[in-house]
């Protein structure tokens, strides 16, 4: 499949078999928060290259000891990395929060970005991606879950079950793929694929070898058949 800007009809119809054969396994596919654009966007900084349940305890421990962006802005940054520790790599993600939250204040004169509730897709994701460290995946989650918009995050677990299945092609960088599920996967099922392929790549089509043999869309996939001695769909 190649993505375009405008998916044909048999792409339409292979992504909405997979997203049945998705909602079959795993039921409704539903986003796992909506919450404040800022309190998303630093949950998300925490929840790079570690599980959602450490992100969590770490955003946890962060607002316990820091009730307000402005005290975590000023931290020390030391005490701040102590503070996330649990999130793993708290040495780069606490002078990242804290150039995140700077910046946001240069900006805006205020450590909040509910303007963006009423602000277009577009306008939101350049914003959120001139800030320094923040890439399109964090953009799109921050667009998806914190703002309702139809988005479609680019994981690690979206972007190796999307090159598995053959939504992307082979060796694409994660950004890139972001770019190519935007086009070819239609707005209104984006957060709804992006649940189910989470869910798919973490209990199913993991890192080392996937179990395509319980796969509910090894008859989709174009990998399958390397794992399943058949010929390709
Ligand atoms: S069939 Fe195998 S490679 Fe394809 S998505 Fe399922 S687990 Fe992954």
């Given at each position: 499949?190649?993505?375009?800007?405008?998916?044909?009809?048999?792409?339409?119809?292979?992504?909405?078999?997979?997203?049945?054969?998705?909602?079959?396994?795993?039921?409704?596919?539903?986003?796992?928060?909506?919450?404040?654009?800022?309190?998303?966007?630093?949950l998300t900084v925490l929840s790079q290259h570690t599980?959602?349940?450490?992100?969590?305890?770490?955003?946890?421990?962060?607002?316990?000891?820091?009730?307000?962006?402005?005290?975590?802005?000023?931290?020390?940054?030391?005490?701040?990395?102590?503070?996330?520790?649990?999130?793993?790599?708290?040495?780069?993600?606490?002078?990242?929060?804290?150039?995140?939250?700077?910046?946001?204040?240069?900006?805006?004169?205020?450590?909040?970005?509910?303007?963006?509730?009423?602000?277009?897709?577009?306008?939101?994701?350049?914003?959120?991606?001139?800030?320094?460290?923040?890439?399109?995946?964090?953009?799109?989650?921050?667009?998806?879950?914190?703002?309702?918009?139809?988005?479609?995050?680019?994981?690690?677990?979206?972007?190796?079950?999307?090159?598995?299945?053959?939504?992307?092609?082979?060796?694409?960088?994660?950004?890139?793929?972001?770019?190519?599920?935007?086009?070819?996967?239609?707005?209104?099922?984006?957060?709804?694929?992006?649940?189910?392929?989470?869910?798919?790549?973490?209990?199913?089509?993991?890192?080392?070898?996937?179990?395509?043999?319980?796969?509910?869309?090894?008859?989709?996939?174009?990998?399958?058949?390397?794992?399943?001695?058949?010929?390709?769909?």
């Open positions: 499949m190649t993505p375009t800007e405008a998916p044909t009809a048999a792409e339409r119809r292979r992504l909405r078999s997979i997203l049945r054969g998705l909602r079959a396994r795993f039921g409704p596919l539903e986003p796992p928060r909506r919450t404040d654009p800022l309190e998303e966007l630093i599980s959602d349940a450490n992100a969590e305890r770490a955003y946890g421990a962060l607002r316990a000891r820091y009730p307000t962006w402005e005290k975590v802005a000023r931290a020390r940054t030391a005490a701040l990395a102590d503070a996330i520790r649990s999130g793993g790599l708290a040495n780069t993600k606490a002078p990242r929060i804290q150039a995140i939250l700077r910046e946001i204040f240069r900006r805006e004169g205020r450590y909040d970005l509910s303007w963006t509730r009423d602000a277009g897709d577009e306008r939101v994701r350049e914003y959120l991606v001139s800030l320094p460290g923040v890439g399109p995946k964090t953009a799109a989650v921050v667009l998806a879950f914190a703002l309702g918009r139809d988005a479609i995050p680019v994981d690690t677990h979206v972007h190796r079950v999307s090159t598995r299945l053959g939504l992307v092609p082979p060796k694409t960088s994660a950004d890139k793929a972001d770019r190519l599920l935007h086009d070819l996967v239609p707005a209104p099922i984006r957060i709804e694929l992006h649940v189910g392929l989470i869910r798919l790549g973490r209990e199913i089509c993991k890192a080392g070898r996937p179990r395509c043999e319980s796969c509910p869309l090894n008859d989709l996939c174009l990998t399958a058949p390397l794992y399943m001695g058949r010929a390709a769909p």
